[in-house]
């Protein structure tokens, strides 16, 4: 079954709402059409209420009428939808914010952080004015523009994030939108051993793309491989010009612990070079709405779909040594899916932690102002029926996080000895 990404999603958003007037202020009825949307087309598609039983979607609704109508801009009253969104505690849900806005509203500073043992902390430098200031990596943040830094985080960041575990929420909070904010308004942060930095969002960010495939060969001829997405038109073509060379390795590490999923085929694609016989990939099911049904009083029906079943690759080209997986909980949507049918083919351990635990296929729909949403319409699980979504893959070996960067790497060339 060919994955819709969020990547995908966001594409299609964008084209769907190219056409559309780019409004500042919204009218009464375009704040109530847009909330009016995202609750009609949840109420209709989305696959995990039950993860929510508390939640009263139509009361909620209601209550939120009055909200978008008192927003003063069309900034605040995407935010205020995002509110609503993120209600329903998924990751593959979500309200996307015009990039007219977020491209001046929401931008990142040349500074990345990662939340380990619960202390915010430095983990990446993308600019050296910032390492002249005397800013370091591993370096603790304490407060973010004089709030404590996780008051901070659970007040200004976590109502407007998505996420469908308690992991992925770390991850979406503190690292991906803990820092964000208006272009012209400096960041200002205070370290553990109390110096305080302003730091300007207007800093280029000396950066570029990751390359979807990391190759090297290690001691004693392990392999390590590292996937970073699941997308790519050159998917299939950049790894069998890698392949040869995993070939020629005494054991392989593949790495998807940092991996932002992409389209599941071409997961797939890459475990079946690694196998000796057809696998299965995730179950899934998707909700069956019959009016018919629903005037006799039926209760809506689902559709339950066993996984594809993907064949290897010629003998003559198989893999067939000793394979570890790397995971964490950045293992999200499609690289989730790969771990899940890795772990079904029986053929070796992931080591790790728990992934994100959000996956699914999202509808995409285009709102007043020229934002969007997307709904997960997809409900997907393990090929011996076991949920993960909510809840997140579970490792065979579990390795604590640390600020080394290398430490699930030297976990599993422990593991190899």
Not at 277 to 293: D, G, Q, V
Not at 322 to 335: D, N
Not at 372 to 382: E, H, L, N, P
Request: net charge neutral; hydrophobic share 35%; aromatic share 12%.
């Amino acid at each position: 079954m060919k994955k819709i990404t969020l990547l995908s999603c966001l594409i299609s958003c964008a084209v769907f709402l190219f056409a559309q007037k780019n409004a500042t202020t919204l009218s009464a009825e375009d704040k109530i059409f847009g909330l009016s949307k995202v609750w009609k087309e949840a109420d209709k598609n989305f696959v995990f209420f039950d993860h929510i039983p508390s939640l009263n979607w139509d009361q909620t609704y209601q209550e939120y009428i009055a909200k978008v109508l008192a927003t003063q801009n069309t900034y605040e009253y995407y935010k205020v939808l995002q509110k609503f969104c993120s209600l329903l505690n998924d990751g593959h849900t979500r309200v996307i914010v015009p990039w007219e806005l977020r491209k001046n509203l929401e931008v990142a500073p040349a500074l990345k952080t990662e939340l380990i043992d619960n202390k915010v902390i430095i983990t990446e430098i993308q600019n050296d004015t910032l390492k002249e200031a005397g800013i370091t990596i591993g370096m603790e943040i304490v407060e973010i523009n004089g709030k404590e830094v996780h008051q901070h985080a659970l007040q200004n960041i976590k109502p407007y994030v998505f996420y469908s575990t308690k992991q992925d929420m770390e991850v979406q909070v503190y690292e991906y939108n803990l820092l964000l904010g208006p272009i012209d308004q400096p960041l200002v942060i205070k370290s553990k051993n109390g110096k305080v930095f302003t730091i300007s969002r207007k800093l280029k960010k000396n950066t570029k793309e990751d390359p979807i495939f990391e190759f090297k060969v290690l001691k004693d001829g392990i392999g390590y491989l590292k996937i970073t997405r699941f997308w790519g038109e050159n998917f299939e073509t950049e790894f069998d010009s890698i392949y040869p060379r995993i070939g020629n390795t005494t054991k392989l590490i593949i790495d998807v612990s940092e991996n932002q999923g992409g389209n599941s085929n071409n997961s797939h694609y890459v475990l079946s070079h690694f196998v000796q016989k057809p696998f299965e990939t995730s179950r899934w099911k998707t909700l069956m709405y019959m009016p018919a049904y629903a005037s006799w009083g039926y209760n809506t029906q689902w559709q339950d779909n066993n996984g594809d079943l993907v064949q290897p690759v010629d003998a003559a080209l198989r893999y067939t040594k000793p394979v570890l997986v790397l995971m964490s909980e950045k293992t999200y949507s499609a690289a989730e899916d790969f771990v899940s049918a890795f772990l079904n083919t029986g053929i070796g351990k992931v080591i790790g932690r728990s992934s994100a635990g959000t996956t699914g296929n999202p509808i995409g729909f285009a709102l007043p102002g020229n934002g969007g949403f997307q709904i997960c319409s997809k409900r997907d699980y393990m090929a011996n029926g076991k949920e993960f979504v909510g809840f997140g893959i579970e490792p065979s070996q579990v390795v604590k996080k640390t600020t080394d960067k290398n430490h699930l790497l030297n976990a599993a060339l422990e593991t190899f000895k």
